[in-house]
């Protein structure tokens, strides 16, 4: 990945959602969250919804403009119908699995009265998945669809493949050769993390080589992008019997997955290709999740036209990857929700300055990684007694100090002001999140998860 990143462009100020619900909504249709019901928590196994019907993905987009489209590894979107499953939502195929983690070798998921295996072939169960890392699992089929599509259509027609890797989201498993390559970090935790990023790394690698073998690469891009910050010790929910869960680190900016603070929605990003005006740069500009689809829509052949009509938040940011131009991003929505009191919670960015609106102040901090055997466990309270009192609004320049160590709410109340009311008649186009209760004994079925429960 550094050698990629370095020799294309590495996005400085790469933004997503704080978690992996919404992030992969706003990828997938190019709107925030908030306007398509998808801005609160991420979807629980049994909760019987999934992403907008109303909404067209991205793969749709680009199937229409000639594309071949290929999916593999984690959706989390929903499943409980077959229209909301990924070859039902513009993909040609699908390998991957359905729910939000699962077990890296046996594909396992759920709770102790509700678990399963899990992983596709498109609609059915690939059983002989088991076994098999996840990271070189995806390499294997990544590698087995770009041979193919090279022998099959050679240049003709174009290739969406869309790699969504486990890695490097709990339970922390990884083979022990990419563990051992650590020594140094005494912590276990840390080490297998790190081992399962090394694993990830070499994955991306051989799919690029694998791109070169077969005579794509000169005309291909490559995007790399974090869907949410790094989950760390004590805050990820255990399945049965889990291996450890949690050891990643955004220090030294603030907070972490979960938090609408920069640690949770500012992440690791990059773009290679032989086809880009500059390499070896990094880019300062703005650019969010829904920015993709259009970005990715133009890239594809659409008009400008057909991008300047489709009716989303996302903005086409090809003029910044192909030819380094100023972003036309000068603002964007973090996330916009309401808590279990009702009061608005979420994050607001204009220009240099972003607002923070009644975070829980008990999910925060700069955490620094590990250094000791012991793997410390950061404690979190979602009963958090801020919320019953007034609004709590905090305001940083973003750009001086990425890390929000300094407010300046009190500083400059006339920025507060602007941004809070831009923020609050934005909170007016707010769809109700759509997080019905989750359904029991549905999802398993002779130990397998499946569709068609709802």
């Known amino acids: 990945m550094d050698t990629l990143a370095s020799q294309g462009i590495i996005l400085e100020q790469n933004y997503v959602q704080a978690v992996c619900t919404p992030s992969r909504s706003a990828l997938m249709t190019g709107m925030y969250p908030f306007h398509i019901g998808r801005q609160g928590r991420p979807l629980e196994a049994t909760q019987p919804t999934g992403l907008t019907l109303e909404k067209k993905l991205l793969p749709e987009y680009l199937g229409n403009m000639g594309y071949s489209t290929k999916m593999i590894g984690k959706w989390h979107l929903g499943f409980c119908k077959e229209d909301f499953l990924p070859t039902k939502r513009g993909f040609d195929s699908y390998h991957g699995f359905y729910n939000g983690y699962e077990t890296y070798y046996s594909k396992m998921f759920g709770s102790k009265h509700n678990y399963g295996y899990n992983f596709m072939d498109d609609l059915d169960t690939q059983f002989d998945a088991n076994g098999t890392y996840s990271t070189h699992l995806y390499t294997q089929i990544a590698e087995d669809i770009i041979t193919t599509h090279a022998k099959d259509h050679g240049g003709e027609k174009p290739l969406f493949l869309y790699v969504s890797y486990q890695a490097t989201h709990s339970p922390l498993e990884v083979p022990q050769q990419y563990a051992d390559l650590y020594p140094g970090i005494e912590n276990k935790d840390r080490r297998l993390f790190s081992g399962m990023v090394t694993a990830m790394d070499e994955s ?55 938090t609408n603070w920069e640690g949770g929605v500012r992440t690791p990003g990059f773009i290679h290709s032989p086809l880009l005006a500059t390499q070896g ?43 380094g131009e100023k972003s036309r991003r000068k603002k964007f929505v973090v996330n916009i929700e309401t808590d279990h009191f009702g009061k608005l919670v979420g994050a607001y960015r204009k220009g240099e300055f972003k607002i923070n609106v009644n975070p829980d102040l008990h999910r925060d901090g700069w955490i620094e990684p590990p250094t000791s055997s012991k793997t410390p466990v950061y404690s979190t309270n979602d009963n958090n007694t801020t919320n019953k009192r007034a609004d709590v609004i905090f305001l940083f320049n973003v750009t001086m100090d990425p890390e929000e160590r300094h407010d300046l709410a009190f500083e400059l109340p006339h920025v507060v002001k602007e941004l809070v009311e831009e923020m609050m008649e934005l909170a007016d186009g707010m769809v109700e999140a759509d997080e019905p209760d989750e359904l029991e004994n549905v999802g398993v079925v002779d130990g397998v998860w499946v569709t068609g429960w709802c």
Request: charged fraction near 20%; charge should be negative; glycine fraction near 14%.
């Open 281 to 323: 740069a990094v880019s300062h500009e703005m650019i969010h999740i829904t920015d993709w689809l259009p970005t990715l829509y133009k890239l594809a052949g659409a008009s400008q036209e057909e991008v300047d009509a489709l009716d989303i938040d996302g903005i086409n940011q090809g003029n910044v990857i192909l030819d």
């Open 204 to 258: 991306i690698g051989n799919i690029t080589q694998s791109l070169k073998d077969n005579g794509l690469y000169e005309n291909t891009i490559i995007i790399f992008i974090g869907d949410n910050g790094g989950d760390i010790p004590g805050f990820g929910p255990p399945p049965r019997d889990p291996p450890p869960f949690g050891c990643g680190n955004n220090y030294p900016l603030r907070g972490f997955k979960g």
